[in-house]
């Protein structure tokens, strides 16, 4: 839901991060994959754009996949990979950093 709340109202959420996003649904598809924001817009709105997800998640491969499109997009994206599944662990990881971030 990030991604697809986040990255279609640019105008309203300068940050977005997402961690281990699930992206198998329809809402994902007809965002990204049929159609996609503007490119530029967003690019002029996101302050902070980050995905994170563990290397032993079983999202991995398909989150992996969304960082290829957002990059191929030309977007400011910031990935967070580490070591370890999806788990509590991995988001207080991900939290730490990305709060640290936002907070600048």
């Keep these: 839901q990030t991604l697809n709340i986040g990255l279609t109202n640019s105008a309203k959420f300068a940050s977005v991060a997402s961690y281990a996003p699930y992206t198998a649904t ?5 965002n990204f994959v049929d159609g996609f924001p503007d490119p530029a817009l967003l690019k002029k709105n996101l302050k902070q754009f980050t995905i994170s997800v563990g290397t032993e998640d079983f999202l991995y491969e398909s989150v992996k996949q969304n960082i290829a499109l957002f990059e191929e997009k ?18 207080k990881k991900f939290l730490a950093t990305t709060l640290q971030e936002l907070f600048k």
């Design 26 to 30: 329809e809402e994902f598809r007809r």
């Design 74 to 91: 030309g977007l400011p994206l910031k990935t967070h990979i580490v070591p370890g599944g999806h788990t509590w662990m991995a988001c």
